[in-house]
């Protein structure tokens, strides 16, 4: 070994110290994998570079280099994963078990260094190589897992669990695609490929060993064994396997790792030799096709039949491949099949895994002979349900012959669990018959179908909402008649976001400057930030706030000028509307609101105007028609306005496209003005809100979702409020809603429509927005003209309070100190609290 080897040196400075032989190779060995030091991390990244990747730094590309850094993370995340399967295995604790069929992680290069906590030591580690880690972070390919607020509440709760220190695995699909890549091109939604695994994934590991056969179609063979025992034997058409991918889910500043296992769909047997040698060369690989399909896209598009097929395999193979796994791990482990659900709860995010309840069914049955009122009782100990929609298209309906063709075995068994449970309920109401149809797990119509909210609320012994006012709406609307039924299951768990993303590691300047004031226990506990009150009015603070806003603001100024090619002002006041496209959330109210400020100045090209700059971002679903014009209205509004001479600084509209977590994290600290305005009654929660209020943005919304208590929280004068509240919106729609009149008495919002309907933001053609104008004029179901005028004059108000900067920075730092209550780390402790009832089992690394 040479001297001026790196190893060498080491190894001398320790021989001096008199140690042995074998405590210098353990030291070395473990610096190798586990040190935290520059000189350890630049050793790691070295050796990855050319053991792992086969590559010398002359010829290593940006992505080489990328790799190198995250495999080196990873190494010192592993020790603490290990640590933390054997904590959880060696002891009876119970572990929580999250099924979510989409989980929006965000990229996690940089987001585990700050949990670590070497970030600096690794950006000086990158340094001395020659190379910037920003630069490399900025590689990174987020995971395309997730979709919208579903799969990011689903990423902040995995987060939360290990910074808890709770045991825990998330569960779901290892999609070989995303949801899709969103262009602009023309001002219309363009969908591309979104291969997010085409360079690899240095976060995962695959486990082949872990893998369990789902069964697909097919029928059920129904026989008496030699026992006089009643048996099913589900004979099926396709027979699928899921192999295990597994990610490290580190929580910060603590040593728990937890896991998110994700399935992905193969055949059992990939190539048929034998077709093949006889000609059929397609038919050989069939089967592995058909397999290969399930995880192939996130939310492949359900207008087409085959499309639903494929999302109803999709929901059951991933549930039936977790059960399988759970019930694996509790046996191994030398437990009775009994005591399940004394081992794991199981958390159905939404309706996407509700199969489950009937899968655990069968599995209980079928294959551990278990007897009826047994497995019932088991099932229902273990799962709890989170509903996360009012709006009952949303909820999801199967129809019942697709249902049978695809889980023939289910079907019996929700029937039977239907029938069982309909004994009941006829005698318990007996006469209501409106009550039984609607608690049935069975719908008639048309065509039957089948209820899986209703599955779900039957099969779980806890049911909660996910904000005080949408909990409130559960119980008097899409679940009133499973409330008046059970009400002992339901509660109120208001979501919450993690501050180590959404502040630490996207608003680091933020960060500091809290930290300086308050330490930085906030990170860890949220409500700490109240500390930061006693500084709202202090002109010194509010300047420094100001200028960490107006930092970030140009930041993001220099990245539309370089996606866009659009120069805006950070000077002006940044009004952000990004979420995922729909009518509920409203969009086009802003839109109208964008267009009456560009009549303003048309008319009088003098006017006396906050400058503004409205930023739109969101994806709209493929099969999403009115999403997608949406869409094309808002491009087509700033081609106009932003290209018009008269306007000059004052007004400009930004699309940012292909909205995600990346994007996210570069806009939430810039904005200024946050846009919650569903229609009051339609958003369950929302978690935009709280990271834009959270970074500083002031709100203006309905009372819809979590804004409620969030106005609560940060005080009605730091609140821009308007609008019908959710009582006034039934109460409008009740006495039979005519929105043309709004439009016919209302001069601006005439003008507006008039002028989209007129083709004067399409080139004149009359026929790009007929459709949404129509829609808007005569059957504006989300009251889009009713708010209008109370959405202007906030708007207004929002103006005119941006003129006083330092009540603006007053109470911009006033919302940022009230937000510790919308913390996921608060949710996951009212979860464990109230529902899983598990207690925090920390790890502790061995030397």
């Known amino acids: 070994m040479k001297k001026n080897n790196p190893v060498s040196k080491v190894k001398s400075k320790l021989e001096e110290k008199g140690l042995d032989k074998q405590e210098i190779q353990n030291i070395l060995i473990e610096d190798a994998r ?10 790691a990244i070295s050796n990855n570079l050319f053991y792992v990747q086969g590559k010398f730094p002359e010829i290593a590309t940006r992505n080489d280099y990328y790799m190198a850094v995250s495999y080196a993370v990873r190494d010192r995340i592993l020790n603490r994963w290990v640590a933390s399967v054997k904590q959880y295995l060696d002891g009876k604790h119970r572990v929580v078990s999250y099924l979510s069929a989409e989980y929006l992680l965000g990229p996690h290069l940089a987001n585990n260094l700050i949990n670590l906590g070497i970030y600096k030591e690794t950006e000086q580690a990158v340094k001395e190589l020659g190379k910037d880690l920003d630069w490399l972070v900025e590689k990174e390919i987020e995971p395309g897992l997730g979709n919208g607020g579903l799969g990011r509440l689903a990423a902040c709760y995995m987060d939360s669990l290990a910074t808890l220190e709770v045991p825990a695995i998330g569960y779901g699909i290892r999609y070989q695609f995303g949801i899709f890549e969103q262009d602009i091109r023309d001002g219309w939604q363009v969908e591309d490929t979104d291969n997010w695994l085409r360079r690899g994934n240095p976060w995962e590991i695959e486990r082949r060993e872990l893998n369990y056969e789902v069964k697909i179609g097919g029928h059920v063979q129904h026989y008496t064994d030699n026992n006089g025992k009643y048996c099913s034997n589900w004979i099926p058409d396709l027979i699928v396997k899921g192999v295990a991918y597994d990610t490290p889910i580190l929580g910060y500043d603590v040593n728990t790792t937890n896991t998110l296992r994700l399935w992905k769909s193969e055949a059992p047997k990939s190539f048929d030799f034998q077709l093949f040698n006889a000609g059929g060369y397609n038919d050989a690989v069939r089967q592995k096709i ?4 399930i995880s192939k896209v996130l939310y492949p598009n359900d ?18 491949c977790s059960l399988q796994d759970m019930l694996g791990i509790h046996l191994r482990q030398g437990d009775k099949i009994q005591d399940f659900h004394k081992k794991f709860v199981v958390q159905l995010n939404d309706t996407h895994p509700a199969i489950g309840v009937a899968e655990l069914m069968r599995l209980l049955l079928d294959k551990y002979q278990l007897e009826w009122d047994d497995a019932w009782d088991i099932t229902t100990k273990t799962f709890a349900y989170t509903n996360h929609t009012l709006l009952p298209e949303a909820l999801e309906k199967w129809d019942l012959e697709l249902f049978g063709r695809v889980l023939p075995r289910h079907l019996e068994l929700i029937y039977e669990i239907n029938r069982r449970f309909l004994d009941v309920v006829t005698v318990k109401f007996f006469g209501d018959h409106q009550k039984i ?7 008639e119509g048309q065509k039957k179908y089948i209820k899986m909210a209703n599955l779900a609320s039957l ?3 806890a049911i909660n909402g996910v904000a005080a006012l949408h909990t409130e709406l559960l119980k008097k609307t899409v679940l009133k008649d499973w409330y008046e039924l059970t009400p002992e299951k339901f509660s109120n768990k208001t979501n919450g976001v993690t501050p180590r993303r959404w502040m630490v590691l996207s608003n680091p300047e933020l960060t500091k400057l809290i930290t300086e004031k308050i330490g930085d226990g906030w990170i860890k506990y949220l409500d700490e930030l109240k500390g930061l009150e006693k500084f709202a009015k202090d002109k010194d603070f509010q300047k420094a706030w100001m200028d960490v806003k107006y930092q970030q603001k140009l930041s993001l100024s220099k990245r539309i000028l370089q996606r866009m090619r659009l120069r805006v002002d950070p000077e002006s006041l940044y009004d952000v509307h990004v979420k995922r496209m729909h009518e509920y959330k409203r969009q086009v109210l802003n839109a109208l609101h964008v267009i009456t400020l560009y009549n303003r100045i048309k008319h009088n090209p003098q006017i006396d105007m906050v400058p503004r700059t409205v930023i739109f971002a969101g994806k709209a679903a493929p099969g999403y028609k009115v999403a997608k014009e949406i869409i094309k209205l808002i491009t087509s509004i700033g081609e106009v306005v932003n290209n018009d001479p008269d306007v000059k600084n004052r007004l400009k509209v930004v699309f940012y496209p292909n909205y995600n977590v990346t994007n996210a994290q570069k806009i939430y600290p810039a904005a200024d003005l946050s846009e919650q305005i569903s229609t009051a009654g339609k958003e369950a929660s929302g978690t935009g809100n709280m990271k834009l209020s959270l970074n500083g943005a002031l709100t203006i919304g309905t009372l819809d979702g979590a804004n409620v208590e969030i106005r609560e929280c940060v005080g009605e004068e730091n609140f821009f409020l308007f609008g019908l509240d959710a009582d006034e919106v039934d109460q409008v729609k009740n006495n039979g809603y005519d929105p043309y009149s709004y439009y016919k008495n209302n001069p601006d919002l005439k003008l507006a429509l008039d002028q989209i309907n007129s083709g004067y933001f399409s080139h004149l053609n009359t026929d790009t927005f007929k459709s949404l104008v129509r829609s808007l004029m005569f059957d504006d179901q989300y009251l889009v003209l009713a708010d209008y005028q109370p959405y202007i004059e906030a708007q207004d108000k929002v103006a005119e309070t941006f003129r006083d900067k330092s009540k603006w920075a007053e109470m911009s730092i006033l919302n940022v100190a009230r937000m510790g209550k919308f913390s996921s780390d608060r949710s996951i402790r009212d979860y464990c609290n109230e529902i899983w009832k598990v207690k925090p089992v920390p790890v502790k690394l061995k030397k």
């Open 34 to 43: 586990t040190g935290l030091s520059v000189e350890a991390l630049k050793r």
């Open 459 to 461: 099969g779980s012994f």
């Open 437 to 443: 149809a609607s608690l049935s797990l069975i719908g």
């Open 290 to 293: 058909l397999c290969e399909n």
């Open 303 to 320: 207008e087409q039949e085959e499309g639903k097929i494929l999302r109803l395999q999709q929901q059951y193979f991933f549930v039936s």
